[in-house]
T-cell receptor, first 111, second 112 residues
Framework: SQTIHQWPATLVQPVGSPLSLECTVE??????LYWYRQAAGRGLQLLFY??????ISSEVPQNLSASRPQDRQFILSSKKLLLSDSGFYLC??????????FGPGTRLTVT | GEDVEQSLFLSVREGDSSVINCTYT??????LYWYKQEPGAGLQLLTY?????DMKQDQRLTVLLNKKDKHLSLRIADTQTGDSAIYFC????????????FGKGTMLLVSP
């Protein structure tokens, strides 16, 4: 069966520091992968989307970037964090019916 | 663009039925989904319905789809305190690639 992992689970970083969040999927090959951010206001914002290695689509221009160095690995990065980057970051992969399956999330607090 | 609307809050008593409503705008949606999010956790896929169906039942969950009015509902029978969570409605969008458009979520509070 498929599983999706995210780490770290929680992170507290100062403004201006770099960021690297990792997502890996097991039990499936060449999945479509997604990064979302969920702010305190509850809604989900799609940040990046990837259909394969090295292929990244950015939904919202901002202080973040994404990379997909391996088939089942998706990384979210920033060179310099802003206070507004705080939130709950969720990774997801797409199933055969268009549904998406989410990881446990990373809670990022920028201080 | 696509939009999904949900009421923000619902409060019920344990043992009652809960009905969470959702409206969407994209008439080309193929699938519609319901997700559950407990505090501090990711989203859990509860159920989904294909757009050519009117109803889908899965144990305590019943999904009703009115495609003409673009209205989707999730009914939870015999609601339990463990059902307290945020419930998200989502629709599929195929604008060149597959994405989901989510509502802002309905917080369900079940009191004993």
């Amino acid at each position: 069966s498929q599983t999706i992992h995210q780490w770290p689970a929680t992170l507290v970083q100062p403004v201006g520091s770099p960021l690297s969040l990792e997502c890996t999927v097991e039990g499936t090959s060449n999945p479509n992968l997604y990064w979302y951010r969920q702010a305190a206001g509850r809604g989900l914002q799609l940040l990046f989307y990837s259909v394969g290695i090295g292929q990244i689509s950015s939904e919202v221009p901002q202080n973040l970037s994404a990379s997909r160095p391996q088939d089942r690995q998706f990384i979210l990065s920033s060179k310099k964090l802003l206070l507004s980057d705080s939130g709950f970051y969720l990774c997801a992969w797409k199933g055969t019916g268009g549904e998406q399956y989410f990881g446990p999330g990373t809670r990022l607090t920028v201080t | 663009g696509e939009d999904v609307e949900q009421s923000l809050f619902l409060s019920v008593r344990e043992g009652d039925s809960s009905v969470i409503n959702c409206t969407y705008t994209d008439s080309s949606s193929t699938y519609l989904y319901w997700y559950k999010q407990e505090p501090g956790a990711g989203l859990q896929l509860l159920t989904y319905i294909f757009s050519n169906m009117d109803m889908k039942q899965d144990q305590r969950l019943t999904v009703l789809l009115n495609k003409k009015d673009k209205h989707l509902s999730l009914r939870i029978a015999d609601t339990q305190t463990g059902d307290s969570a945020i419930y998200f409605c989502a629709e599929s969008s195929y604008s060149g690639y597959s994405t989901l458009t989510f509502g802002k979520g309905t917080m369900l509070l079940v009191s004993p």
